[in-house]
């Protein structure tokens, strides 16, 4: 069975550019978890969607935003970046929506903003 | 305001013997604790959860100890392997204002020596 896939591995935007981020989930996982990584802040939890409907959120601005579509797979959006938004994006898949179903992390985008 | 914490951030093992990871947390509202493991340049994997109903449970070489009273939650792997050399990120979920939450430590990098 396939993991979960993240492209591109790798993008470099520059200040008040927008950027989309695109996660494939495990086959037959309905639910896609979006993180951010960074040194400063550690891993922190940015939204999850489950069958197309965004069921939770965390604590990030309106720019970072996102959807799933009918197949699971997931797109990440942050618009108008920042510098702060460097960091290591990471997604992942699981069954059911919650976190008591097992997560299954992709390998994540480097973003690098300028 | 970091609501888990890892204030340990690396740990030095040598094979064979006990690793202990610790996590606090500050939020009694978090009913549901995990942990994940991750090398470089790949994305974090599920290790271990506990809820809060229960205070250990065990898989293998990993148990987790949980005391809510302390607030407190640990990682025990027993015997240590050169292969768990990796980072360790404990996370605390809980359901506020109806929507899931959950929040992750800062990290403990784990070196198991030979």
């Known amino acids: 069975k396939a993991g979960v896939t993240q492209t591109p591995r790798y993008l470099i935007k520059t200040r008040g550019q927008q950027v989309t981020l695109s996660c494939s989930p495990i086959s037959g996982h309905r639910s896609v978890s979006w993180y951010q990584q960074t040194p400063g802040q550690g891993l922190q939890f940015l939204f999850e969607y489950f069958s197309e409907t965004q069921r939770n959120k965390g604590n990030f601005p309106g720019r970072f935003s996102g959807r799933q579509f009918s197949n699971s797979r997931s797109e990440m959006n942050v618009s108008t970046l920042e510098l702060g938004d460097s960091a290591l994006y990471l997604c992942?898949?699981?069954?059911?929506?919650?976190?008591?179903?097992?997560?299954?992390f992709g390998p994540g985008t480097r973003l690098t903003v300028l | 305001d970091q609501q888990v914490k890892q204030n340990s951030p690396s740990l030095s093992v040598q094979e064979g013997r006990i690793s202990i990871l610790n996590c606090d947390y500050t939020?009694?509202?978090?009913?549901?604790f995990l942990w994940y493991k991750k090398y470089p340049a790949e994305g974090p994997t599920f290790l271990i959860s506990?809820?809060?109903?229960?205070d250990k449970n065990e898989d293998g070489r990993f148990t987790v100890f949980l005391n809510k009273s302390a607030k407190h939650l640990s990682l025990h792997i027993v015997p240590s392997q050169p292969g768990d050399s990796a980072v360790y990120f404990c996370?605390?979920?809980?359901?506020?204002?109806?929507?899931?939450?959950?929040?992750f430590g800062q990290g403990t990098r784990l070196t198991i020596n030979p």
């Open positions: 506990i809820s809060s109903i229960k």
């Open positions: 939020n009694s509202m978090f009913d549901y």
């Open positions: 996370a605390a979920s809980a359901i506020i204002q109806g929507a899931q939450k959950l929040v």
């Open positions: 992942a898949s699981s069954v059911g929506s919650g976190w008591r179903n097992e997560q299954f």
